[in-house]
């Protein structure tokens, strides 16, 4: 959505570039890193496998309710609220290493903050359906944005731009919420493996490498996203000062 809106121009805006680089860049770093992390820890052996770790964690927080579930694919791992299951990624339900008992940790982390009503979740829980229909609703108004700019009509132009904006700006939110639910969660996995000794102190470094790895992907997009934003808007201020 964000590199066609300069096509319907006809040309690519080289200074949208300069905004989006640096989101870009550090969002392929995160990737590379979160592989590279991931694979070296799943070396690294751990005491019991994700599923044993993310049971024990749940049992201790009287959470017996909450199920564990194996689900398809690599790095599927997530919580799902709605179901109250933990859902593992084959590696991270049976593997018995470092990457598998902090992501499963991580998970049950989310389970946790769901249970507790951890404030920045609830509002993130809110934030979704605002999230997907606003993010839904900017590509298609701003399509048409540049559609009626095209046909030399730049005031409907503007007005659809700015409606296009409050919808990428919900998506935006989303995202600026969802990091403190994101560190939180990283954050009580590491507190919760080492207390109920599913690894020990100085084994500590081995999960934090993999959860710092994941949590900077959440970073480099929503850099992007802001950034993105901050593009759309000094579009919207270049376009209303040639309008007068
Ligand atoms: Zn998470």
Redesign the pocket.
């Known amino acids: 959505m964000i590199g066609f809106a300069y096509i319907g121009f006809g040309y690519f805006d080289f200074k949208y570039l300069l905004f989006a680089l640096p989101g870009l860049l550090l969002a392929m770093y995160a990737q590379w890193k979160v592989s590279s992390a991931y694979s070296q820890m799943a070396q690294v052996p751990a005491r019991m496998s994700g599923a044993q770790a993310a049971r024990r964690i749940l049992d201790a927080a009287g959470l017996e309710d909450v199920e564990i579930e194996q689900v398809g694919g690599h790095l599927s791992d997530h919580y799902d609220p709605s179901s109250k299951v933990v859902r593992l990624s084959p590696e991270v339900y049976s593997g018995y290493s470092m990457s598998s008992v902090g992501i499963a940790a991580?998970e049950v982390g989310?389970a946790i903050q769901d249970a507790r009503h951890y404030s920045p979740l609830v509002i993130r829980n809110l934030a979704v359906p605002a999230a997907s229909f606003g993010g839904n609703m900017a590509s298609i108004l701003m399509m048409i944005a540049f559609g009626f700019i095209m046909a030399g009509m730049a005031k409907f132009g503007s007005i659809f731009l700015l409606l296009g904006i409050v919808g990428f700006a919900l998506t935006v939110f989303f995202q600026l919420v969802n990091l403190p639910v994101?560190f939180d969660?990283s954050s009580r996995a590491k507190t919760e493996l080492v207390s109920h000794g599913i690894i020990s102190g100085s084994e500590l470094p081995y999960v934090s490498k993999v959860l710092n790895a994941a949590a900077l992907t959440y970073v480099a997009g929503t850099l992007s996203s802001v950034m993105t934003l901050v593009y759309y808007l000094m579009q919207y201020a270049a376009m209303s000062d040639r309008d007068g």
């Open positions: 991580h989310h994101e969660a």
